[in-house]
């Protein structure tokens, strides 16, 4: 996605990625009830088990400590795969996945990377080859900051600045569920140095948005404060615009991003939790359109996906159906979007990037 988007748009994509998992799952009720049970609800692996049973779903502490070394070991996994020849544009043609492999999109990828290869060639010629830019990737980790015990256990000082840092993650978020201004997670985030994220919902008014932003980043700090839209593909037309126009009038400095998949997630008939690939897009465009009648930058897209071919979100160039979603439905969260719906969105926003840029 980001190759698609950084060469085909022609600006820079920095790349910040969930990976181990949803490992601490806000939720809306404390409990769940099936069939007459009623039990604690999952609420991530790192603090009880999704099986519906007394002995899953009580909380046990050793899922910290196996949260972390997955976490550890998915992190070094990662710097492997950026610097150790994985990420190298050479390899551009080797990316592609083979159950995409027939597809229209997997056709346009081919053309996008025929046109890298021809840019690498011409670079060589000009002496330009060796150039770490074109063979290493940055990376970086983020995840939502929502078991406040977990995060406390990361916090260190730096000990040339005296600032604190988080270092469970690079960058860290907090929920539309728990940006009360007067709540303990934004009392700890304003307290650490790293990059913040917030969720805005449409329940976000102008007010609590301009108080929650001079509480996370009182002095203004462009990079500081990422504000990740998530209205749905419905709502984001009406609450966008005065939340941009509050925030451009007091002169704060953020970056826009969009959510497209949590305010679109719908409850399919055969029971499944879903999202219609038509309403993300639906919620991308929108996001776009709206930054650009304001005169405001969209900056940034914030998305669930996998490289496995699963069946979690219907439609796409390849459409999934309803009816096809137990074929490949593999998560145990939220529904997430597969490599060829991924590619699609990539480029789309590259399209929509460019016609911004002109």
């Keep these: 996605m980001a190759i698609v988007m950084t060469f085909a748009a022609g600006c820079p994509v920095v790349k910040v990625g969930r990976m181990a998992g949803q490992f601490a799952k806000p939720r809306s009720a404390n409990d769940e009830t099936i069939n007459g049970v009623t039990l604690p609800a999952y609420r991530g692996d790192i603090v009880n088990g999704i099986g519906f049973d007394e002995k899953s779903r009580v909380p046990d502490p050793e899922r910290l400590l196996q949260s972390y070394h997955q976490s550890t070991a998915t992190l070094n996994l990662l710097r492997a795969f950026a610097q150790g020849g994985f ?3 050479h390899q551009v043609h080797k990316w592609n996945l083979d159950f995409i492999a027939n597809s229209a999109l997997a056709e346009k990828y081919s053309q996008l990377a025929d046109r890298i290869d021809e840019t690498l060639a011409f670079m060589r010629a000009c002496g330009m080859d060796s150039s770490p830019q074109l063979r290493e990737t940055s990376f970086f980790t983020a995840h939502e900051a929502l078991l406040l015990n977990y995060e406390e256990a990361f916090v260190r000082r730096d000990s040339l600045t005296n600032d604190y840092y988080d270092c469970s993650a690079h960058m860290l978020w907090i929920g539309d569920r728990t940006r009360q201004l007067d709540g303990a997670h934004v009392e700890f985030l304003r307290g650490v140095n790293n990059p913040i ?3 805005v919902g449409p329940s976000m008014n102008n007010e609590d948005l301009i108080r929650l932003i001079d509480i996370l980043n009182p002095d203004n700090d462009p990079g500081r404060l990422n504000l990740i839209v998530r209205m749905g593909a419905d709502k984001v037309g009406d609450h966008l615009p005065q939340l941009i126009r509050a925030v451009e009038g007091e002169g ?9 998949m949590h305010a679109n997630t719908i409850k399919a008939s ?5 999202r219609d690939f038509a309403q993300i ?3 991308v465009k929108q996001f776009f359109q709206v930054h650009d009648a304001e005169g405001s930058y969209a900056g940034g897209i914030h998305i669930e996906m996998t490289g496995q071919n699963v069946t979690e979100c219907i439609g796409g160039a390849n459409p999934i159906t309803e009816d096809g979603l137990s074929d490949r439905y593999h998560t145990h969260c939220d529904p997430r979007m597969n490599a060829d719906q ?17």
Excluded at 252 to 260: E, F, Y
Excluded at 270 to 274: A, E, L, P
Excluded at 342 to 358: C, G, Y
Aim: charged share 30%; proline share 2%.
């Design 87 to 89: 990420a190298d544009l």
């Design 197 to 199: 994220g917030v969720k």
């Design 252 to 260: 704060k400095q953020v970056l826009w991003s969009c959510d497209p």
């Design 270 to 274: 055969s029971g499944y939790k879903t």
């Design 281 to 283: 897009l639906g919620e």
């Design 342 to 358: 991924s590619l699609e969105l990539a480029f789309l926003i590259a399209e929509t990037l460019k016609q911004v840029k002109r």
